[in-house]
């Protein structure tokens, strides 16, 4: 069965530019999580969907926005970039069950010049 | 007060050693728990995954939990060089897949 997928695996972008990630769950799975991890924040969590519907939301601004196709398959988009924005995204992916567990994909390296 | 605090390390050892990491968290509505392993440049894998409070073994690794002191640990016995990653712990609640993270500690494992 195929992991996780995301695309583009590198970006490079300027301030003010926005960006789109994709991801693509495990065939089956229909939960898509995204986190932003840095050096100084670590792993932080910035929303989930589930079927469609964003069922959970980190803190993070509404800059950040994201979508999930009926296929599963989930965009992350960032609007007016900021150089704080550099960060490796990771998407997961998981059946949604009250005890899922996730398994990630390689992410996609954001650097914001 | 971040809800899960983990040492970011970094820890040597030498190959061979018993390694112990560990984590703190404070909202016990967090029942879950997991070890995930991320190599430089690639994404978190899972390593372990437990609910209740004890120990799971599943090879060289045993994850340990104590619910009682919102304390939870990997062990990891004969490390080798491969083992040389950043280990993350993980909570999650039990209502939903909201999880929360620790720092990761990075270990290398020297010949």
């Known amino acids: 069965k195929a992991g996780v997928t995301q695309t583009p695996r590198y970006l490079i972008k300027t301030r003010g530019q926005q960006v789109t990630l994709s991801c693509s769950p495990i065939?089956?799975?229909?939960?898509v999580s995204w986190y932003q991890q840095t050096p100084g924040q670590g792993l932080q969590f910035l929303f989930e969907?589930?079927?469609?519907?964003?069922?959970n939301k980190g803190n993070f601004p509404g800059r950040f926005s994201g979508r999930q196709f009926s296929n599963s398959r989930s965009e992350m988009n960032v609007s007016t970039l900021e150089l704080g924005d550099s960060a490796l995204y990771l998407c997961?992916?998981?059946?949604?069950?009250?005890?899922?567990?996730?398994?990630f994909g390689p992410g996609t390296r954001l650097t914001v010049l | 007060q971040k809800e899960v605090e983990q040492d970011p390390g970094p820890l040597s050892v030498p190959e061979g050693a018993i390694v112990s990491l560990n984590c703190t968290y404070s909202?016990?509505?967090?029942?879950?728990f997991m070890w995930y392993r991320q190599y430089s440049r690639k994404g978190p894998e899972l390593l372990m995954y437990?609910?209740?409070?004890g120990n799971k073994e599943d090879g060289r690794f045993t994850a340990q939990v104590d619910k009682s002191s919102k304390y939870i640990s990997l062990f990891i016995r004969d490390s080798q060089p491969s083992d040389s990653a950043t280990y993350l712990c993980a909570i999650m609640s039990v209502n939903n897949n909201d999880m929360r993270f620790g720092a990761g500690t990075r270990l290398t494992v020297k010949p």
């Open positions: 909202n016990s509505a967090f029942q879950y």
């Open positions: 065939s089956g799975h229909r939960s």
């Open positions: 437990t609910y209740s409070s």
């Open positions: 997961a992916s998981g059946t949604g069950g009250g005890t899922d567990t996730q398994y």
């Open positions: 969907y589930f079927s469609e519907t964003q069922r």
